[in-house]
């Protein structure tokens, strides 16, 4: 049952879009969910609200998810870390959907921050799961052997229903949502577009791909040996990707939370801003850059120092 949601009719795009049960979740060690939830704001309790025509926030504080609604059927935007399940369940519900209504549970990028709670959603809603064709091995693997991390972070597996490519859409009806890959961050990382509405305006919606490079070894990793290739080809397509409103896996990313409370004070355009995608892809080269160059530098160092 649904109460007070604005949704555009839908129809399902194909018949296997109907619910299948997944196995039971295989759960993650209490200790590799600590080191996942590293953060305190990535399990804090945020009141779900909506963003703009049929997409809501319903995540922690510190991480984005996002729920897409529909008459016939909603699509959530990535699982948090693996204890934000029943976070997210609860946000759900406070909007009057019952979790079976959930349909699709689309992933940005297979780290446990994002992909963590997956497999206990889709077991509970029956979702199907809709992940980047290149980072449906590591969801399966649950994070083990990531190509920058090794077994650090790791996750309940998950299985990926469908595995999507550069440009491939769902269609849903009116409603269309793209993957766009942007690979780096992961092998698979993905962008997703999609419009939501509000009477006949209609705005670009773009959750964009992480471009940060936490920790990773940019030269020399034999498990990823594209990855300097990877960024530079993920920064130059958001720069130029078309969005009204850009979201992220990370709030603060696109300073969400200060465009949120000024709309709360009453700018009603503040989470517009059509420059956003492209200024956030500009900053991530910069910064990519200056850690690239360092790293270079300092293998130099050390190569000079050998006696």
């Known amino acids: 049952m649904r109460t007070g949601l604005a949704a555009i009719l839908i129809t399902a795009l194909i018949a296997q879009s109907a619910h299948a049960k997944t196995p039971s979740v295989e759960k993650a060690s209490t200790a590799s969910e600590r080191s996942c939830a590293n953060d305190p704001s990535w ?12 997409t809501w926030f319903v ?8 729920l897409i609604t529909a008459p016939t059927g909603d699509v959530l935007i990535d699982g ?3 204890q934000d399940a029943t976070l997210l369940e609860a946000n759900i519900r406070a909007l009057g959907i019952e979790l079976r209504d959930i349909r699709w549970i689309l992933n940005s990028h297979a780290h446990c921050d994002h992909a ?17 064709a290149a980072d449906s091995a590591l969801l399966a693997r649950g994070g083990h052997d990531d190509p920058e991390y090794g077994d650090r972070f790791v ?14 859409r769902l269609h849903l009806g009116d409603l269309v949502l793209t993957a ?7 092998k698979g990382n993905t962008t997703w577009t999609w419009t939501s509405c509000e009477g006949v305006r209609c705005l670009r919606m773009v959750d964009v791909g992480s471009l940060s ?36 896996p990370h709030p603060e990313m696109v300073d969400f939370w200060a465009r949120v409370a000024k709309r709360d004070q009453g700018d009603a355009n503040a989470l517009i801003d059509p420059t956003l995608c492209r200024t956030y892809a500009n900053d991530s080269r910069e ?7 360092k790293e270079r530098a300092d293998a130099a160092s050390a190569k000079n120092a050998r006696p």
Do not use: W
Request: glycine letters at 12%; aromatic letters at 8%; one cysteine or more.
């Open 43 to 54: 399990t804090a309790a945020q009141t779900p609200f909506r963003i703009y025509g049929n």
């Open 59 to 66: 995540g922690p504080r510190g991480l984005g998810v996002f």
């Open 80 to 82: 948090g870390v693996p």
């Open 116 to 132: 963590g709670g997956i497999a206990q959603l889709a077991h509970d809603t029956g979702a199907q799961v809709v992940a980047g």
């Open 155 to 168: 996750f309940p597996p998950v299985h990926v229903t469908r595995k999507v490519t550069d440009g491939e």
């Open 180 to 186: 766009h890959a942007t690979p780096g961050h992961t």
């Open 213 to 248: 490079a936490p920790d990773f070894t940019l030269i020399g990793n034999a498990k990823y040996p594209d990855a300097v290739k990877d960024f530079r080809a993920s920064f130059a397509m958001i720069a130029t990707l078309p969005c009204d409103i850009a979201l992220a």
């Open 287 to 293: 910064n990519f850059e200056a850690q690239l160059a």
